[in-house]
């Protein structure tokens, strides 16, 4: 288990219920039973608050956590092009290069690749809203 990650899960800040929520998206991976629930409040396609929950793996919680933290006060259109480049990261073995992003490269790493699904699952929740 790699500690920066277990650091990257336990910071639980964005990991909450939004009552007043404008989107809501809850996706569940398949292979292994993680699941995940994003709340989202946004005003002129912009995200203003980010919160998730789930029952999931640390690899899945600290992505949803990177996730969260980056999505805030950020555009619709922009979230959504980073979660199409999100499965590249691993397909095609790219790094992530846009500065605002590179933090991600914590998770997005080739040692992680059989973690793939469970880090992927909530940028494909996100994707579920702001692809809209």
Request: proline share 2%.
């Amino acid at each position: 288990m790699d500690l920066e990650i277990l650091k990257i899960a336990t910071d639980t800040n964005n990991c909450k219920s939004i009552k007043n929520h404008t989107h809501i998206s809850k996706l569940k991976n398949p292979l292994c039973g993680d699941e995940i629930q994003i709340e989202l409040i946004m005003e002129k396609n912009k995200i203003i608050d980010f919160g998730y929950q789930g029952k999931s793996c640390i690899y899945c919680n600290a992505s949803a956590n990177l996730l969260s933290k980056i999505s805030i006060n950020e555009k619709k259109n922009k979230l959504n092009k980073l979660c199409d480049d999100a499965k590249s990261y691993f397909d095609e073995n790219s790094k992530i290069t846009e500065k605002k992003w590179l933090f991600l490269n914590k998770l997005f790493k080739k040692k992680n690749i059989s973690r793939k699904e469970c880090i992927l699952l909530p940028f494909k929740t996100l994707k579920k809203i702001v692809s809209i």
